[in-house]
């Protein structure tokens, strides 16, 4: 059973019970069919008010918050109200029913679309705010698009935090940007996933969505029009954001090879979905239209890592506990080449967004950046290594153009760093050791990069303009 509701205010209280819904009326058998269609039209009608109602008051129209604090779930007509017209009368024409489902759910994702942004790319640019005051080093010139971004000394500001009034005090777990939209997936151990829309002030909430479990794993789809998330359960879920409908997703297979799933992973080119449980040997890969298995890759040893898809999706990558990286051609699922990560426990793998450089992160510590070779051939050794974090890697991350790479790690405050990737040497004023970032869970970059996202086991989501890049 899914819950979907929309609330801007600070109030994290989830509305439940049958006092939230509606009541639908089942029409006496004796009623003529003309006035259950007329019912039908009117009831139609009051729920594409109610819907417009409710978009309104959410995406600006101030006179109506008093409504969004009410918290009103949605229940619309096309479903109850079909169940009873078809207690009425097996003959009753269906596509009737089904043309103005249609017609409603469109206007609803083509006016989610217009008022988040979608297809539009003015809300990428940042208004620069006249006061400094907070800029952790104003001495530096803001770069520009057309320069390549400097070493030594990076340019950053602190903004509000993203999720006020809606942290958890169970962590950050997972937020990924949307490419083409305002909007940060944030999802916790608390059940939900929502979507703030960044401006980098007040930050709304525009949506957010109720878990059957606990969430350990969010993705957006390649089309970003849905989230795809994963708990300790056999099975996964898919949110569809317009609408708000979360479906889950069996498979019998799956259900066989892994009691838990505890990774998903979606190729950019949106054709495969990767299902990893920490306890196996294999990663179950998935087409990600039909939802259905496909076939396992499998190793002798167990996998230790998130697997990771290329960006042209032509390979997938994943490192096992004993540190050596395996790489599959995804087109024949075999596997073409490994390489040993330097005797290490490899914790973490990344691929950069040019395809240009395989990273990994290690239990002792130390970063491994390698210069990314074809496919049947090894890695060789790494063309550095970086030595500044003491403990454990957690994480990595790239900015959109892999001129910037974070490294942190989540078992100590202060634990993160970012690199300037053309010298790879470390930024030396930030975050240096800077513990108001806490204990850092994920890290992630806007579509241009001119915002950073840090996730922390505070519940908190901080955020940071890089005014070298002059769009988000």
């Given amino acids: 059973m899914s819950l979907f509701f929309i609330d801007k205010t600070s109030s994290t209280e989830v509305p439940g019970g049958d006092a939230d819904v509606d009541k639908v009326e089942v029409p ?190 969010a993705q957006f789809s390649a089309d970003y029009t849905q989230v795809y998330f994963c708990g300790k359960t056999s099975t996964f879920y898919s949110y569809d954001i317009p609408s708000g409908k979360i479906s889950e997703h069996k498979d019998s297979k799956v259900q066989k090879a892994m009691k838990d799933i505890d990774y998903i992973t979606l190729s950019p080119d949106g054709e495969y979905i990767a299902l990893q449980s920490k306890k196996n040997s294999s990663i179950s890969i998935l087409s990600a239209k039909t939802k259905r298995w496909i076939r396992d890759v499998t190793i002798n040893e167990r996998f230790n890592t998130r697997c990771n898809f290329s960006k042209d999706s032509s390979q997938l990558l994943c490192a096992s506990n004993t540190g050596t990286i395996y790489r599959w051609n995804t087109r024949m699922m075999k596997c073409t080449d490994r390489s040993n990560d330097s005797q290490m426990i490899t914790k973490t793998l990344c691929v950069s967004n040019t395809g240009n450089f395989v990273v990994s992160g290690t239990d002792n510590g130390l970063v491994n950046v390698y210069r990314n070779t074809p496919a049947g051939t090894s890695l060789g050794e790494p063309i550095k290594v970086l030595d500044h974090i003491v403990q454990g890697i957690t994480g990595l991350k790239f900015s959109h153009d892999d001129q910037l790479l974070t490294t942190f790690s989540q078992l100590d405050d202060g634990l993160m760093r970012v690199y300037h990737t053309s010298s790879l040497t470390a930024y030396s004023n930030w975050p240096n050791k800077d513990r108001t970032v806490g204990k850092v869970h994920c890290v992630d970059f806007s579509a241009n990069s001119g915002y950073m996202a840090v996730g922390n086991r505070a519940g908190k989501v901080l955020l940071y303009r890089v005014p070298y890049y002059q769009k988000a």
């Fill in 28 to 217: 006496s058998k004796k009623r003529p069919m003309s006035k259950l269609i007329e019912k039908n039209k009117k009831k139609q009608k009051e729920t594409m008010v109610e819907i417009e109602r409710l978009e309104n008051s959410l995406f600006g129209h101030a006179g109506e918050v008093s409504f969004l604090k009410k918290k009103v779930r949605l229940i619309g007509w096309s479903e109850t109200d079909k169940i009873a017209v078809e207690q009425e009368s097996v003959w009753v024409d269906d596509q009737f029913l089904d043309e103005e489902n249609e017609e409603i759910e469109a206007r609803r994702r083509q006016k989610f679309a217009t008022s988040v942004g979608l297809g539009s790319k003015k809300w990428a640019e940042i208004k620069e705010d006249a006061e400094d005051d907070d800029m952790l080093k104003t001495t530096a010139v803001f770069g520009h698009s057309g320069a390549s971004i400097q070493p030594g000394i990076l340019n950053i500001e602190r903004l509000p935090i993203v999720n006020k009034g809606h942290t958890s005090e169970r962590g950050v777990h997972h937020l990924q940007f949307h490419n083409v939209s305002p909007l940060l997936m944030v999802s916790n151990r608390d059940r939900f996933i929502r979507l703030f829309q960044v401006d980098g002030s007040k930050n709304p909430l525009v949506h957010q969505a109720m878990s059957p479990s606990d969430v350990f794993c």
